[in-house]
């Protein structure tokens, strides 16, 4: 298993960008998968997540803005309405079963810096 994160950059408040997810080791099929977020000095938080059966779940700050979504085996999350505070390096997890909490496999983050 190899994730491998893309859509990161630079946006101005109030843009929007769509970060992608996808296996580039092999075809291992995953349960849960999710986007974490790590800025400088702080712990990973878990922004949203998405069940094998499509069930979605997103922190308080990001909802209304951001979008989980899964296709095969490669997660997308589109976000719009980007503030300065959603700056961080964006991480994608996937677990094979059971619950995204579970020890499972990391991409190696994507940056998103919003900022005019």
């Known amino acids: 298993v190899q994730l491998v994160e893309s859509g990161g950059g630079l946006v101005q408040p109030g843009g929007s960008l769509t970060l992608s997810c996808h296996n580039a080791g092999d075809t291992t099929s995953f349960g849960a998968m999710g986007w974490y977020r790590q800025a400088p000095g702080n712990q990973r938080d878990l922004v949203a997540s998405?069940?094998?059966?499509?069930s979605t779940n997103y922190a308080d700050s990001v909802k209304g803005r951001f979008t989980i979504s899964r296709a095969a085996n490669t997660l997308y999350l589109q976000m719009n309405r980007l503030k300065p505070e959603d700056t961080s390096v964006y991480y994608c997890k996937a677990v094979r079963t059971g619950p995204l909490d579970r020890l499972g496999f990391w991409g190696l983050g994507t940056q998103v810096t919003v900022s005019s």
């Open positions: 998405i069940t094998s059966g499509d």
